[in-house]
């Protein structure tokens, strides 16, 4: 089993997709953040597989569009 | 086995207190208990007042035991939750053994006769004899809850300042943080943060109504202590500093928002967060 906890901080009442937030993975004691809602379904499924968190980030940032 | 001793020790317990919560008054009568146990921030077990020695910090099995079982209610708990919860690879023999040895390490390392009570295969701390500040912590929060809407009450809003002042003092931390991320752990850490956000912004919106600009603005500092990234409380204290004639503390309250918000999102601050910090300038 995984455990993650999601903290939302800001949601956005006209756009149910923007919402920012943090992403905490109980066992690996990361935390990263997202501010929509691909960037959480990427960092969940990051997290999920065995790639590193530094490809979660990437894979976080990419769908976000940040370099 | 001493079942037959300890179920007539529960039903003793049970007939002193109703099993629906907990029932002592706020903090009555906490000196007399033999056993005070500290998981907020950090661990730590006094045995009649003295700091427990060494000896229980090597025991690990049994020191986890005791944590898993306060961070899953602390009375009732089935073994069965708890040898999952702990040992989770370990097959229905291996772990009753596992359970059994570590209980009987647990209670030979206290040696307080009735602190632990196994009964039809659920396990109790024993409340009369055990002090557990997240009981304490739980009990006040929702005694505050209680009180405010009766705050307007020159008395009550006394009472709501003293609970508030135990809170603030009784977290220390967040539940077990130091002991590592256990995923048993997570939910009590998660309530016990959450009820004391919720508490910290709800209180301090008494003391904003009375005109009570100090007591809010340390409710509110005390948040972002324990969560920086809150845009809520940013909001309350520009409102507070503003009020109080301090804008400087108030446009530097703004800063901050504004700084952490672009650092951890890269987003700005609110609309609603813009409009303060425009009426500052005004």
């Known amino acids: ?67 | 086995m001493g079942v037959n001793l300890e179920s007539h020790n529960l039903r003793r317990l049970y007939q002193r207190q109703p099993v629906s919560g907990w029932s002592r008054a706020p903090e009555r009568a906490t000196r007399d208990h033999p056993v005070r146990i500290y998981t907020l921030g950090r661990f730590s077990i006094q045995l009649h007042g003295v700091a427990a020695s060494s000896k229980h910090a090597r025991q690990h099995r049994p020191t986890e035991l005791l944590q898993a079982l306060i961070a899953l209610g602390g009375r009732d708990v089935s073994v069965e939750v708890l040898s999952q919860a702990l040992w989770p690879d370990a097959d229905g023999d291996l772990a009753k053994n596992t359970f059994d040895v570590t209980l009987h390490r647990l209670r030979r390392l206290f040696g307080v006769k009735d602190l632990l009570l196994l009964c039809d295969h659920r396990l109790t701390l024993n409340s009369d004899l055990a002090w557990v500040d997240v009981w304490s912590f739980e009990r006040l929060v929702n005694h505050a809850e209680r009180l405010l809407p009766r705050a307007g009450d020159p008395v009550v809003t006394r009472q709501l300042a003293r609970v508030g002042e135990r809170l603030v003092t009784l977290y220390q931390g967040n539940f077990l943080e130091r002991e590592g991320s256990n995923a048993w752990s997570l939910k009590l850490r998660e309530r016990l943060r959450s009820k004391l956000l919720r508490h910290l912004l709800d209180n301090g919106e008494v003391w904003e109504r009375l005109g009570e600009w100090d007591p809010a603005i340390r409710l509110y500092r005390k948040g972002l202590e324990i969560d920086p990234l809150i845009e809520a409380l940013y909001q309350r204290l520009m409102i507070c500093y503003r009020e109080s004639g301090q804008r400087g503390d108030a446009l530097a309250v703004f800063q901050r928002c504004r700084e952490v918000l672009a650092r951890q999102f890269h987003i700005a601050p609110s609309p609603k967060t813009l409009d303060l910090y425009s009426s500052l300038k005004s």
């Open chain 1, 1 to 67: 089993m995984e455990n993650y906890i999601v903290r939302i901080y800001r949601r956005d009442a006209a756009d149910p997709h923007k919402v920012a937030g943090v992403f905490e993975s109980v066992e690996q004691e990361t935390e990263n953040t997202f501010t929509n809602l691909n960037s959480l379904v990427s960092l969940l499924a990051s997290n999920g597989a065995d790639g590193d968190a530094t490809d979660a980030i990437d894979t976080a940032r990419t769908a976000e569009g940040k370099p």
